[in-house]
């Protein structure tokens, strides 16, 4: 759009020093991507290369070839979209039910003050309780298949839910509260208004906490009884002794976890923009 009085483009009112800063930080991400992608092809290589000249044990720790070879074997068989499918839909399922639900329960504990410290020193106990024990316990009462793998990522989340999004409502700005207290707002309004909006930078950080908790669930939880997934591709490649299947399925897992955090970093993104 052309200026009103000097008939220049917005972009020619940007000044030198500040197109030359945008340029400097444009060439540095670039570069720390490059050098990222470079990092990972040499790392590749190497391992590559260490199997060739058997500086390490290829049935122990494969190559790059053997993991490619196994995945075009299960692409061929047409299950390799199956096994990835069937985890992300139970890791997505888990992590969105176990945030929801975790963030209910917290705003239940925050709007009582009786119920919150009535039940703060179990959420104590179970935060510090690693879930992971309790996770065969949870399969023997809810029985085989999916549903027990999906409450197994809810179980690993929700407690640090909780205690996370709690702690993030009771440290809103008490002068916030007090005001529209005084201005005769009622509890519901100020949650809605105050405590849920400032809280927000908070439940986000828990989004990030909850992706990694979430696959350790559905991970777990298909060690102990799935039939499919990725979780079962690792433990069915340790038992017939192929690790090249098992470590496929860790590089599968790893891209799968590293893209559903990069989506919550776009959401995390989007809001502060939004926010400004």
């Not at 930080?25 to 570069?31: F, S």
């Not at 990222?36 to 190497?46: A, E, G, P, S």
């Not at 909780?162 to 008490?174: A, P, T």
């Not at 039939?227 to 690792?234: A, M, S, V, Y």
Request: hydrophobic content about 55%; overall charge positive; glycine content about 6%.
């Amino acid at each position: 759009m052309l200026n009103k009085y000097s008939g220049l483009t917005s972009k020619d009112n940007i000044s030198t020093e500040h197109r030359n800063y945008l340029k400097k930080i444009h060439n540095r991400n670039t570069l720390i991507t490059v050098t990222r992608v470079l990092l990972l092809i040499f790392f590749l290589v190497l391992w590559e290369i260490a199997g060739l000249m058997k500086w390490i044990d290829p049935f122990l720790i494969s190559q790059p070839t053997r993991m490619v070879k196994v995945l075009f074997k299960l692409y061929n068989e047409g299950t390799l979209f199956h096994h990835i499918w069937v985890t992300c839909m139970e890791t997505v399922v888990g992590f969105v039910a176990g945030t929801l639900l975790g963030t209910a329960i917290a705003i239940i504990l925050w709007w009582s003050e009786f119920i919150c410290k009535v039940l703060d020193p179990y959420l104590v106990v179970l935060n510090s309780l690693p879930k992971t024990a309790l996770i065969p316990v949870l399969i023997f009462w809810i029985g085989n298949g999916q549903p027990a793998i999906i409450t197994t990522a809810i179980f690993v989340s929700v407690v640090v839910t909780i205690m996370s999004v709690l702690i993030g409502f009771q440290e809103v700005d008490e002068d916030k509260k007090k005001l529209l207290y005084v201005f005769g707002a009622t509890k519901l309004q100020i949650l809605h208004k105050v405590i849920l909006p400032s809280s927000v930078p908070n439940i986000i950080s828990t989004l990030k906490i909850n992706v990694g908790l979430s696959w350790v669930g559905v991970i777990v939880g298909e060690f102990l009884v799935a039939r499919e997934g990725l979780g079962f591709l690792i433990v069915y490649g340790g038992q017939v002794a192929q690790l090249d299947m098992v470590m496929m399925s860790i590089i599968i897992l790893s891209i799968a976890a590293y893209m559903m955090y990069i989506i919550v970093s776009y959401i995390e993104k989007y809001y502060m923009k939004w926010k400004q």
